[in-house]
């Protein structure tokens, strides 16, 4: 599975980096999104090697991703690599100011292991179904912070 969207943001590439890099707005263009929970690091000055937990809800039934920072380049560059029992999928978040007040953001997610549930999941969800999914929370995150 890979999936990828970009978008322009209307916003500076700070505020645009910012926005997007707060726990506390995870919940509001994640979909099923939970809670986060720090595990390593110091969560107002991430670093590489960091990591954290991000539980979502799906049906009813919680699970838990752990996050680790792999590469971290403010404000420009960010991936991490979430991992739960079901899969395993590298996050990769580019950012580019294209003018003061312009910035485009490039989100991705690849799978890179999936576990036999999923694999049998996966036969019942289209890839662009998750590529739909995954453009909606991005689009929803741009109108976050154009609203801002």
Do not use: P
């Given at each position: 599975m890979d999936l990828s969207c970009e978008v322009i943001i209307d916003k500076p590439l700070q505020e645009v980096w910012d926005y997007t890099n707060n726990p506390d707005h995870l919940k509001l263009w994640l979909n099923d999104f939970?809670?986060?929970e720090q595990l390593t690091g110091d969560i107002n000055n991430p670093k590489v090697g960091d990591t954290s937990n991000h539980t979502?809800?799906?049906?009813?039934?919680?699970?838990?991703?752990k996050e680790e920072i792999v590469a971290y380049n403010p404000p420009n560059h960010l991936t991490l690599f979430m991992t739960c029992k079901m899969f395993d999928m590298n996050v990769v978040n580019d950012f580019e100011a294209l003018s003061p007040d312009k910035t485009r953001l490039v989100a991705s997610a690849k799978t890179v292991r999936s576990g036999f549930l999923m694999k049998i999941m996966?036969?019942?969800?289209?890839?662009s179904k998750m590529q739909k999914d995954h453009e909606r929370q991005i689009n929803k995150l741009k109108e976050l912070i154009e609203a801002t």
């Open positions: 939970v809670r986060y979502y809800d799906q049906n009813g039934k919680e699970f838990t991703m996966m036969l019942f969800m289209t890839n």
